[in-house]
């Protein structure tokens, strides 16, 4: 495990659910992704958070998983408890996992079921904090 690299941000594009209660959606999401200080940019019935987005429609996809990164444990569980506030069902409570050493988790099923996850992966060394692309 010690040569193990976990790289983030070079595989996905983006995510999108489409849900049946788009308000009951965006309230979870703005408490989640606001204690992870990622900001959304809302639309006619959607939102974008970076490259996640959520939007009304037909038919609902439902049952994605998805973790979102957290820069520590503090923060994975207050994403936990702002989820709950937020109309949230608690689908695993904040604490280690055993997918390896230093996994801090918690998770969450958002008002369509999906099961989103805050993930802590200890302390790390990041090569950037986030990859930046611009329009030419």
């Known amino acids: 495990m010690a040569d193990m690299q976990f790289h983030r941000g070079r ?4 995510i999108q659910l489409v849900v049946a209660d788009y308000e009951a959606s ?3 999401y703005e408490a989640v992704l606001g204690v992870l200080n990622i ?3 809302a639309g006619e019935g959607y939102f974008f958070a970076d490259e996640f987005c959520v939007s009304s429609g037909t ?8 973790a979102f990164q957290a820069p520590d444990r503090a923060t994975v569980d207050a994403f936990h408890a ?4 937020a109309g949230g069902r608690d ?13 801090y988790a918690a998770f969450l099923l958002d008002p369509a079921g999906n099961n989103i996850e805050a993930v802590y992966h200890g302390p ?13």
């Open 39 to 41: 900001p959304i940019l």
């Open 59 to 66: 038919p609902p996809t439902g049952r994605a998983h998805i």
């Open 124 to 136: 790390a060394r990041r090569s950037a904090e986030a990859v930046v692309i611009e329009a030419a």
């Open 91 to 103: 689908n695993g409570a904040p604490g280690p996992r055993t997918y390896h050493p230093g996994y």
């Open 11 to 14: 595989l996905i594009d983006h």
């Open 26 to 28: 965006r309230r979870f």
């Open 82 to 85: 702002a989820g709950l506030a």
